[in-house]
């Protein structure tokens, strides 16, 4: 899901200059670098989704099996969490043009990389379904939900909401600011309540983006200080993400809830500490990519390896195929991810000035 910041690592030059609080230790952040708690907090995420998907596959089953597998919407909401806060911290402090431009390159080579994989893995019959042209074609522009074609990988649904929720969140910044932005969830819920009586069936996309709000109001409290008042916002604003989503999605109700809150108090309490490990932090910095090949490198391998006749032998297959699926995230993050940021980085007052020769004309 979903950068699913939220899934994905946001963009370095992207970040305000100083990610300081008000209130309790500071995190200080020059502009150009990470917020390594938050690095570590993905992480978090992005492990909570691989063990959602590969522990039921070997080590548990059943019930528990069903338990676990609640960790990999967890993970997709913490993402969400993430993706609100950091999109709207990076609104601060550039304008629409920019912002986009960045998003773009953030989330689209890396994602078309990843759907070429897919393209010729199910041409060659790897074990993976073939689609038509059209499907492709539509996945490619992120726009399969739209066109009401299957996605390709069944991670992409998380990207399709993130990408639409900068798109959206991005105008609305540039016309209103934060003005009425505390009530924007509510409206979305008014309207996903309205299409669920019309239709039977609750969009997806509203049912998901009252989550992105909890992260802005996250954002919001940390630039009051902490306020009292900002804080009674964040928690009705997660209280009511957390009801829509119960309401409406259906899977997992009571556990989205949870997640939501949970999430969101240990966003706070992140923030406020600035805690942060090596490893958890890594594994934040190549998630997007993690995200993306996951579910294709562990399946497949999981596949070639087969069940193991012990509990040792299981654990020790889990682990192996998680290696295998970071090391891959890595070299698509260093050749991939990285890359396409210093491009936007160095070509972005290039592409900034045709927009604005666009707009002109």
């Known amino acids: 899901m979903p950068r699913f910041s939220g899934l994905p690592v946001s963009m370095p030059h992207a970040l305000p200059a100083a990610v300081g609080l008000a209130a309790g230790p500071a995190v200080a952040v020059q502009r150009g670098e990470r917020i390594q708690t938050l690095d570590f907090f993905r992480g ?6 691989i063990c959602g998907h590969f522990l039921p596959q070997r080590l548990v089953f059943g019930d528990l099996a069903a338990s676990f597998a609640t960790m990999g919407r967890g993970g997709v909401i913490v993402f969400f969490l993430l993706s609100g806060y950091l999109i709207f911290k990076s609104l601060q402090n550039c304008n629409i043009g ?26 060659l019959g790897f074990g993976l379904a073939s689609h038509s042209n059209a499907t492709y074609l539509a996945n490619f522009a992120m726009l399969s939900d739209l066109f009401r074609v299957a996605n390709v990988s069944s991670v992409y ?34 309207a996903n309540a309205t299409v669920f009586v019309l239709r039977g069936q609750a969009s997806q996309l509203l049912t998901f983006f009252p989550v992105f709000f909890v992260g802005i109001q996250v954002f ?15 928690a009705s604003t997660g209280l009511l993400a957390g009801l829509n989503v119960a309401l409406f999605d259906g899977i997992y109700p009571l556990w989205s809830i949870a997640y939501i809150l949970g999430g ?35 399946y497949s391998l999981f596949e070639w390896i ?14 192996a195929v998680m290696a295998v699926s970071t090391w891959v995230a890595y070299l698509s ?8 940021v210093r491009f936007c ?17």
């Not at 998380?158 to 969830?185: D, N």
């Not at 087969?306 to 682990?319: E, F, H, K, W, Y």
């Not at 993050?333 to 396409?340: A, G, K, N």
Request: proline share 3%.
């Open 333 to 340: 993050y260093i050749l991939v991810e990285l890359p396409s």
């Open 220 to 234: 919001l409290a940390e630039k009051s200080g902490w306020a009292r008042l900002n804080l009674l916002r964040l």
């Open 44 to 49: 978090i995420a992005i492990l909570m989704v």
């Open 98 to 123: 920019a912002f986009l431009c960045r998003r773009f390159f953030k989330i689209f080579p890396a994602y078309w990389l990843n759907l070429l994989v897919l393209f010729i893995a199910g041409q």
């Open 306 to 319: 087969g069940r193991q006749q012990t509990v040792a032998s299981n654990l020790i297959a889990v682990a």
């Open 157 to 190: 649904w998380t990207l399709l909401i993130e990408v639409k929720f900068y798109v959206f969140i991005a105008c609305y910044f540039h016309w209103l600011g934060i003005r009425f932005v505390s009530a924007v969830p509510l409206l979305f819920t008014v």
């Open 345 to 361: 980085k160095v070509h972005e007052p290039r592409f900034l000035l045709r927009f604005s020769m666009l707009r002109r004309r």
């Open 264 to 298: 969101a108090a240990a966003m706070v309490g992140l923030l406020q500490s600035g805690f942060s490990t090596g490893l958890l932090a890594f594994f934040g910095k190549v998630s997007y990519s993690n995200y993306l090949y996951h579910t294709l490198v562990g």
